[in-house]
């Protein structure tokens, strides 16, 4: 695990700000802009995928049982599987209730 | 090639140094008075002499785009360009020098539009003068020549790994023949070792560059910045004295010519230098106690050097050759004056302004510009600036 961003000095930054630390975007939390997130009914979902294709961020998994489910660590609740699904499964469901 | 000495066009000569120091990959559009440079330099790939990829691109965003990626990889890195063609590939210009690829660049200076002009002046400059590139100026076609190779050596040196522009005046030195010594192509790759980047983008050693910055870390990437372009000066002076330990022609971050025993220097930074030495030389046969002091290094900017020429002296006119709207003046007078600002017997400045888009200053006219400035000094006239020769 890499030094949180506000602790890094001057000195610790490799020339040119390179990111010597592949993939450590996942180290940065993003669902903690969320406002709101998709709730999934399972008894309409028909698995086709495409709020897995249309996700943003790569939110969305896929469960074992075949349906898929948002990644809450790293959803920001754009709402955009909600949109695109076909048969209307996901619901935004407000943080605050 | 065997050392040898010839009458060669100065963009000639620059392109030939850029095939000397045997170049990777080389992107650029052509733009007056740049093309020259870029022309020959296509000429020398296509026919062969050069094993490089020359990259036709279709503007001067993507000429610095191809550079920014080719050095990215530890490819050697060339490209040059002009005015218009400068502001067009200021975004990349920027990310360059944050992203601390060596990319070394000829930059004949030319004004900005508008009115469009083809002709000299250090506006362009001076538009990207905060973009954390090194900026070395040069007064003449041997100049020119040699300062490609010592480009490459501060750029791509370990300890520095910033891009450096080489600023050479448009069509004053450009399109001017001059004799120019070439070195040996043995002595060249001596001095010019292959590029050895720590975090070349390669397959096998997977880094990211250029990525998102969070206001917890912007700071931090700044300040390491601004440490590695101090840095870079000590590397910058050895590049030089070994230059001119192998050559004979030295180079210092700031030149002077009869200063030591002067009361008044006129200041030059380009190839006014040339004129104004020999303007000094006639000054002196008069009796007046003037000197010259030329800035070769921009950035970094070298403070103690300029300093150690400066303090004493009772005043400086210094010439530029842009204009701040709007500011304090020129903006060499304007870095010299906050240079001398408080130090015990800091010379005042007269500032002109003075070539702007290529209109000729003569002799005649530097003339008048030191007596005039020597005037102006005595009677305390130092603030702001003269838009020498305008009419009205």
Excluded at chain 1, 19 to 35: K, M
Excluded at chain 1, 56 to 79: I, M, T
Excluded at chain 2, 366 to 373: A, P, Q
Aim: net charge negative; glycine share 8%.
């Amino acid at each position: 695990m890499a030094k949180p961003m506000d602790k890094i000095t001057w000195q610790e930054i490799e020339t040119g700000s390179v990111v010597t630390e592949i993939g450590n975007a996942r180290q940065y939390e993003t669902g903690s802009w969320r406002s709101e997130r998709p709730v999934v009914d399972a008894k309409l979902c028909i698995k086709c995928g495409v709020c897995w294709l249309f996700c943003p961020d790569s939110s969305v998994k896929q469960a074992e049982d075949g349906h898929f489910e948002a990644d809450l660590v790293y959803c920001k609740g754009c709402g955009i599987c909600a949109k695109e699904c076909p048969v209307g499964c996901i619901k935004m469901v407000s943080e605050e209730g | 090639m065997a050392r040898t000495r010839k009458g060669i066009e100065v963009s000639i000569a620059m392109a030939d140094a850029v095939a000397q120091a045997n170049v990777d990959v080389i992107a650029a559009y052509p733009i007056t008075p740049q093309t020259h440079i870029v022309e020959h330099l296509s000429e020398i790939v296509a026919n062969g002499h050069l094993d490089a990829e020359y990259v036709p691109v279709e503007s001067e965003h993507s000429a610095m785009s191809v550079c920014c990626g080719s050095a990215a990889v530890g490819a050697r890195t060339f490209t040059s360009t002009s005015s218009q063609g400068l502001a067009l590939m200021s975004e990349i210009f920027t990310i360059a020098a944050a992203m601390r690829l060596p990319i070394v660049m000829a930059l004949a200076n030319r004004s900005l539009s508008s009115p469009l002009s083809i002709w000299n002046d250090h506006s362009d400059v001076m538009s990207v003068r905060d973009a954390g590139w090194i900026h070395i100026f040069v007064e003449n076609g041997q100049e020119s020549y040699d300062n490609v190779f010592t480009a490459f050596r501060i750029a791509e040196d370990p300890d520095v790994m910033l891009p450096v522009a080489v600023n050479l005046d448009g069509f004053i030195l450009t399109h001017m023949i001059e004799p120019v010594i070439y070195e040996d192509d043995e002595t060249i790759r001596k001095y010019l070792p292959d590029v050895k980047m720590k975090n070349a983008l390669h397959p096998d050693n997977p880094v990211s560059m250029g990525c998102f910055g969070m206001p917890e870390i912007y700071t931090e990437a700044q300040m390491n910045r601004e440490v590695g372009v101090q840095n870079s000066y000590k590397t910058i002076l050895k590049a030089w004295k070994e230059w001119g330990d192998i050559t004979g022609r030295h180079y210092h971050p700031v030149e002077t010519y009869k200063a030591d025993d002067a009361e008044y220097c006129i200041v030059t930074m380009g190839s006014y230098g040339e004129t104004a030495m020999e303007v000094v030389d006639s000054l002196r046969k008069e009796g007046e106690k003037v000197g010259v002091i030329k800035l070769r290094l921009w950035r970094p900017f070298p403070f103690e050097e300029f300093r150690k020429a400066a303090l004493g002296k009772k005043s400086l006119i210094v010439i530029d050759r842009a204009i701040s709207f709007g500011g304090p003046g020129g903006p060499v007078a304007s870095e010299l004056r906050s240079a001398l600002y408080g130090q015990p017997g800091a010379p005042t400045i007269v500032n002109y302004i003075a070539g702007l888009a290529g209109r000729d200053v003569a002799r005649a006219d530097f003339r008048n510009i030191i007596l005039e400035g020597k005037a102006k000094a005595a009677k305390g006239e130092t603030d702001g600036f003269t838009l020498y020769g305008v009419r009205g």
